[in-house]
């Protein structure tokens, strides 16, 4: 029981204000959160303040941070330059309802980073910059059918919102409609054959759209040609190929996971560090689909316009931050110092897990790491640990009771890990974050130890 467990006890003594402050929040939001990320059991961390890699909580407790706001800063917490440009677009003003210069500047450093975006339509999410994304590429096409990936998250509007983490069947999850659902064709990750033979046999599928380094931001890897395969792939039968690259855009590589694996797609998505911390999405690509928000092609070719507006829609404050923010990644060796630090941190992480016995294992994509929490307790070396090796139903696998107890565990130790079971690492992290982080991790398996049942070596 939760009320037993001394690791709830000792997370309970340190954060009273914390608590108090979800006692309120539950008398306004469901489960006291506004982002199912955030669910923990007794309840989550309130956080006051946040510098660099570090995040403080409203009792003062300061933790090493692998949130890194959702993955929007690859930068870290409060970066200057971005701050400033932040400052001079608020002193001009909140919102136009108008054109503007950051939106312009914005849409450069989009295009210096990613060539494949020959035109560019800002969203204000995500979620919003999918969704478009598949109406243009129906509308493009004529099809009605997306395909997607098992695992692959690509926001939580009514196409996307099964197959991630259940109903795998393709079976709608509550409030999406059945009709809805038929509309999607869902494929297994790393199955370049089985994708083949759903091609070859179903005509009126418009796009593929995938998470290009895997499902979760990467916690179900993808083979290094699987990507490249599926671009010929598609273009071999007129379907279009979206990449997904909300995580990974200008994460993985300055040029996203597309200039990581020299792979043009015919679509992006975009969002989180694209807006530099802020709100923000985009959908870039090919001008010819593109066009199909343009006022001027639909009338000279005769087509139906797809209506898009949206109020945030390149806000000016998002513009500046994200500007900045690509223009820092471009002339800089952030991605790579993230990517570095991460590979250090497996390979320390799969080092401490068999020093102390337990089946566990680190793994990353550069920038982003993971935990393999084994449930199914399959015979594993963590010092030689091949993801690729394993089902992604058991990559995905991990005990809810036991991954929240890890996740308060660290946060006793310091260290504020994903619900998930992984975190995003900015260019901040350093070697002090590093030793911590191990050692957080170090006293989290020792604790853990002394109340459940570890998988062993």
């Given at each position: 029981?939760?009320?037993?467990?001394?690791?709830?006890?000792?997370?309970?003594?340190r954060?009273?204000?914390?608590?108090?402050?979800?006692?309120?929040?539950g008398?306004?939001?469901?489960?006291?959160?506004?982002?199912d990320?955030?669910?923990?059991?007794?309840?989550?961390?309130?956080?006051?303040k946040a510098?660099?890699?570090?995040?403080?909580?409203?009792?003062?407790?300061?933790?090493?941070?692998?949130?890194?706001?959702?993955g929007?800063l690859l930068?870290?917490?409060?970066?200057?330059?971005v701050?400033?440009?932040?400052?001079?677009?608020?002193?001009a003003?909140?919102?136009?309802?108008?054109?503007?210069?950051?939106?312009?500047?914005?849409?450069?450093?989009v295009?210096?980073?990613?060539?494949?975006?020959?035109?560019?339509?800002?969203?204000?999410?995500?979620?919003?910059?999918?969704?478009l994304?598949?109406?243009?590429?129906r509308?493009?096409?004529?099809?009605?059918?997306?395909?997607?990936f098992?695992?692959?998250?690509?926001?939580?509007?009514?196409?996307?919102?099964?197959g991630?983490?259940?109903?795998?069947d393709?079976?709608?999850t509550p409030?999406?409609?059945?009709?809805?659902a038929?509309?999607v064709?869902?494929?297994?990750p790393?199955?370049?054959?089985?994708v083949?033979?759903?091609l070859?046999?179903?005509?009126e599928?418009?796009?593929?759209i995938?998470?290009p380094?895997?499902?979760?931001?990467?916690?179900?890897p993808?083979?290094?040609?699987?990507?490249t395969?599926?671009?010929?792939?598609?273009?071999?039968?007129?379907?279009?190929?979206?990449?997904?690259?909300v995580?990974?855009?200008?994460?993985?590589?300055?040029?996203?996971?597309?200039?990581?694996?020299g792979?043009?797609p015919?679509?992006?998505?975009?969002?989180?560090?694209l807006?530099g911390?802020l709100?923000?999405?985009?959908?870039a690509?090919?001008?010819d689909?593109?066009?199909?928000?343009?006022?001027?092609?639909a009338?000279d070719?005769?087509?139906?316009?797809?209506?898009h507006?949206?109020?945030?829609?390149?806000?000016?404050?998002?513009?500046?931050?994200?500007?900045?923010?690509?223009?820092?990644?471009?002339?800089?060796?952030?991605c790579?110092?993230?990517?570095?630090?991460?590979?250090?941190?497996?390979?320390?992480?799969?080092?401490?897990?068999?020093?102390?016995g337990?089946?566990?294992?680190?793994?990353?994509?550069p920038?982003?790491?993971?935990?393999?929490?084994n449930?199914a307790?399959?015979?594993?070396?963590?010092?030689?640990f091949?993801?690729?090796?394993?089902?992604?139903q058991?990559?995905?696998?991990?005990?809810?009771?036991?991954?929240?107890?890890?996740?308060?565990?660290?946060?006793?130790g310091?260290v504020?890990f994903?619900g998930s079971?992984?975190?995003?690492?900015?260019a901040?992290?350093?070697d002090?974050?590093?030793?911590?982080?191990?050692?957080?991790?170090?006293?989290a398996?020792?604790?853990?130890?002394?109340?459940?049942?570890?998988?062993?070596?």
């Amino acid at each position: 029981m939760l009320s037993n467990s001394p690791i709830v006890n000792e997370y309970v003594d340190r954060t009273p204000s914390s608590q108090a402050l979800a006692e309120r929040a539950g008398k306004f939001f469901p489960s006291a959160i506004s982002h199912d990320s955030r669910h923990t059991t007794p309840y989550g961390i309130y956080v006051d303040k946040a510098l660099g890699s570090r995040k403080w909580d409203a009792d003062g407790n300061v933790y090493v941070d692998y949130f890194g706001g959702h993955g929007a800063l690859l930068l870290g917490h409060r970066n200057a330059e971005v701050e400033a440009c932040i400052q001079e677009a608020l002193a001009a003003g909140t919102h136009f309802g108008s054109s503007h210069r950051f939106e312009v500047a914005w849409a450069e450093a989009v295009q210096r980073l990613m060539p494949s975006a020959e035109r560019i339509r800002f969203t204000s999410s995500g979620t919003e910059a999918t969704l478009l994304a598949m109406r243009l590429a129906r509308a493009f096409t004529g099809k009605n059918k997306i395909a997607r990936f098992r695992t692959h998250f690509h926001g939580w509007h009514d196409h996307m919102a099964f197959g991630v983490a259940n109903h795998y069947d393709g079976s709608p999850t509550p409030g999406v409609l059945p009709e809805v659902a038929a509309q999607v064709v869902l494929l297994d990750p790393n199955d370049i054959d089985g994708v083949a033979g759903v091609l070859e046999r179903d005509p009126e599928i418009s796009a593929v759209i995938l998470e290009p380094t895997g499902g979760g931001g990467g916690m179900i890897p993808l083979a290094p040609d699987f990507v490249t395969q599926l671009r010929a792939l598609t273009a071999q039968h007129g379907v279009l190929l979206i990449m997904d690259e909300v995580v990974t855009g200008f994460r993985v590589h300055r040029g996203g996971a597309q200039g990581l694996l020299g792979v043009t797609p015919d679509l992006t998505t975009l969002a989180k560090i694209l807006a530099g911390g802020l709100p923000g999405g985009a959908v870039a690509g090919r001008a010819d689909i593109l066009d199909h928000l343009d006022f001027q092609a639909a009338a000279d070719r005769d087509f139906e316009k797809i209506h898009h507006p949206g109020t945030f829609n390149a806000n000016p404050l998002s513009a500046a931050a994200g500007t900045k923010t690509l223009e820092i990644i471009a002339s800089s060796d952030a991605c790579a110092r993230a990517a570095a630090f991460g590979a250090e941190l497996r390979q320390r992480l799969n080092e401490s897990f068999a020093r102390a016995g337990v089946a566990w294992a680190a793994y990353d994509q550069p920038a982003s790491i993971f935990i393999f929490m084994n449930a199914a307790g399959l015979a594993i070396d963590p010092r030689n640990f091949d993801p690729l090796a394993i089902p992604y139903q058991d990559l995905k696998a991990k005990p809810p009771g036991l991954l929240n107890k890890l996740r308060l565990a660290l946060l006793i130790g310091g260290v504020d890990f994903s619900g998930s079971g992984g975190g995003v690492i900015s260019a901040t992290h350093d070697d002090g974050d590093l030793e911590q982080t191990v050692a957080a991790f170090e006293q989290a398996v020792t604790l853990l130890k002394a109340e459940e049942s570890l998988p062993r070596i």
